[in-house]
């Protein structure tokens, strides 16, 4: 690795430590300025109560102290403090909790994504112009540009309610299912068509051509030389993927009542859970940065005609 | 490079697949576990001694004092004991009987007209970790439940008793003596004691903040304690052999799954996995009335959804020259005037559909009177119907007669169109819910009907409650569900300086309005206020009915309290809410009570 590269890997990670504090900190002021608070309820608190709440949570210091504070646990502890709404628990407790779910959900889909992409892609690329290759891009095309709510809530509507073949939550494994695949159609049509591309890219040329003419198996052309080298622009497309994942779960979790870190994330808002909503986007913000900063340095080492600056 | 690249891609998918793997086979992982995903669900059900029951999603707290959901209050019920407890009799009646106490005393009155009672705990009372339960234990967790140091939603229910909020006369004599003392006989006492703010805790289990979060810290005295709680998943309850009454536990385990998703809790129901579901889809309701006719179940729980008016929206047209008195008693007018415009019959037939009752009375269906009757029926003093306004079928169209001739008194009517034509606009307040938003635009076309214009606006929760505390609206949706079976927790919220009091009595401009007349002289009060502001006769009134010990006066002063409120026009009935559940026909021995609270100890399967 050259010190190029290195410094150019040093000066992403610092961008993006910059980005999780400029998110922290629009975050924090913009939610305390959103109408309510925490300790609205239907039943009013009397307000000697709510002081007293207040006080607990330390939200009856000046805003800025509370912000330094916050800042300080996060950084020095990593302490995203207790939940003020589910009473007792932590917020980083919540947050495995969801997490465990999403993380599920996520890497399913990425899996799924990835590998009938891949095949499909290719599939495509060999039948150049067949009926499989139209069919797989007119389904690719509809994916790509239908939003993943409206495919999810077509699935419950349809596969759920009207059929009933699962559920329409995802709180049991069963119920997983049509969230996974909601959540996986539009980056597997992209990988489709970055793989065909890519594939017929590779399939014209020389060295394919030469093996071809060296009589070497079509089988062997195809996974030994063709797909492997087809691969790169998948790759590169890998992180993105999985940003868009961690953010349509977002969706997906609302549509389908799993209860990951997505559903956290929106009950916190609407039930003003300061410390929640925090922990929340942090995390969630914390995992985009980083698998852009992975993407983009991948993009690096797989292709070195890339320039850095 | 290229083998690098084969590398993380291969195993890129190896983990992916891997992972994807995991989550098909962590079900059948987990089922040793009590908290198992649906497939264990069915073999469960089948067994006679366990029930698998879904009424609501994860609860926000089970700390019995801190909790303020129906659905926690059921959970907590099934793992705590308090001194009394709701129970059926013999006939299937429901009554409050004691529970933790040997008998549920009668108070001695003081000399000052406080109330002591004094009551003695069972023998052998434990605590699911095998710690003996004191006396002591009670006296700590009521003062930590009313204090304003906790904040709890329901703190308030202990402000009959002396010294609220932080100074509860509440002692522990001896290890199984309680004493408590009540500023004034309370006629709900016993069904305060009931509640799950009551419940006992022991200070050493309370002293972990998390303690109600897992089933390894929490620590009861009920029928069941906590054997498992899977977030977002299920909580499972067993049979605590130790408990005073096990005896007469039936049920051996109760698996409360956790789901907010009507369709998800209806096709659970009808596969047979959940034999009782608190919660339908509305647009199911007249189906599964026709498929379900015994097992789609409607019971009546103290409640009213309502219309709320901000009274400081002024209403009156521009040039009508009104002011003071004059003016606030035609907008009272006004607004009961426009209260007989809306048929409650159609909104609870075709937009509510769930078996709903139209309310002609802010004190709701199911509050019972001085004499045991129906206090909302002896409402508003009329003949021939119940509660301020006749709100039957057939009087719809003599009312809306009469509420065009009263409005015409204030505003340009044209009679060609039958449209008023200057009616200032007003603007509706909702928090988002399809529910909610159906009823705003019934409410609004039948204004539109005679020409006044009602705009509709939808706030998320949180917001919308802000803006509705804080007066910031016109005409709002509201509702309020009873904690007791007493009319003061529907007329004490809105006194002047209460947090409930939505539609601004006595605040913002209303503070120095003199309109309202009070007089209790013919019940041997020294009150006859003529014209006198909202806290000279309203708040007045509330306080009278909390210290008087004479029962049958304060029911009398209740009404009275009603009348005043009613007449204001700013509280707009619509009707008395109802609970809906379905429970499985092969499910004996369950009840619930108004509160909407499940019983399930009792319930036998088969």
Known sequence: MSSKTLKYILKRIAMAILTIWIVITVTFFVMRAVPGGPFLSEKAVSEAAQKALEAKYGMD????????????????KFDFGPSIKLRGRMVIDVIIDGMRTSVKLGVCAAAIALVFGVVLGAVAALRRNGFADKVIMVLTTAFISMPSFIIGSLMVLILSVKLGWFPANGETAKGLILPVIALSLSPMANITRLTRSSMLDVLGQDYIRTARAKGVPPMKIIFGHALKNSLIPVITYVGPMLAYIVTGSLVIEQVFAVPGIGRAFVSSITGRDYPLIMGTTIVLATLIVIMNLVSDILYKLVDPRINLE | MKKLICMVLAL???????????????????????????????????TSDSINVCIASEPDTLDPALNSAVDGATLTSHLFAGLAKWAQDADGNLIIAPDCATELTEGVENEDGTVT?????????????????????????????????????????????????????????????????????????????AFPAYFPVREDVVANEGWATDPSTYISNGAYTMTGWTHNSVITLTKNDDFYDAANVTMKEINFYLSDDANNMLSNFKNGEWLLIDDVPTNEIPALKEQYPDEFKV?????????????????????????????ENAKAEIRNAITLLYDRNYIVEEIAQGGQVPASSFVPMGMTDADGSQFYKNAGHNDGFDGYYDVSEDAYEANYEAAIETLKK????????GMFTNFPTLTYLYNTSEGHKAIGEYLSSALASVGITMNLENQEWNTFLNTRKNGDYSVARNGWLADYNDPISFLDMWVTGSGN???????????????YSLDLSDLGYDVNVVNGTWAETYDVIIGLIKSCTDTAKRYEL?????????????????????????????????????????????????
């Open chain 2, 117 to 193: 009672y004094t009551y003695t705990l069972r023998d052998g009372l434990k605590w699911s970790d095998g710690q003996d339960l004191t006396a002591g234990d009670f006296a700590f967790a009521w003062k930590r439940a009313a204090s304003t140091a906790l904040g709890a939603d329901y703190g308030y229910m202990f402000e009959v008793v002396k010294g609220y909020p932080d100074e509860l006369a509440v002692e522990a004599t001896d290890d199984k003596t309680l004493v408590v003392t009540l500023n004034n006989a309370v006629a709900y006492w016993n069904e305060l004691m």
């Open chain 1, 61 to 76: 210091k000046p805003l800025m102290v509370q912000y330094f504070t916050y800042l300080k646990d996060i950084v020095t």
């Open chain 2, 410 to 417: 204030y505003y340009t009517y044209d009679e060609s169109t």
């Open chain 2, 501 to 515: 009091n939505d539609a601004q009595f006595g605040k913002g401009a209303n503070k120095d309005v003199k309109a």
């Open chain 2, 299 to 327: 019971e009546g729980q103290i409640g009213t959804y309502y219309v709320c008016w901000n009274i400081n929206e002024d209403i009156l047209p521009a040039d009508s020259g009104l002011t003071g008195v004059e003016a």
């Open chain 2, 12 to 46: 890129a998918m190896v983990l992916g697949l891997a992972a994807c793997g995991g989550s098909t086979t962590t079900a059948p992982a987990a089922t040793n576990a009590p908290a198992a995903a649906g497939e264990t669900a069915a073999p469960a059900a089948a």
């Open chain 2, 558 to 606: 209740m009404h009275r309290a009603e009348d005043l409120l009613m007449s204001t026009g700013c509280i707009v009935p619509l009707y008395f809410y109802t609970d809906i559940y379905m429970l499985d026909s092969s499910v004996h021995g369950f009840f619930s009570n108004p509160l909407g609270y499940k019983y399930f100890m009792n319930c036998t399967i088969g």
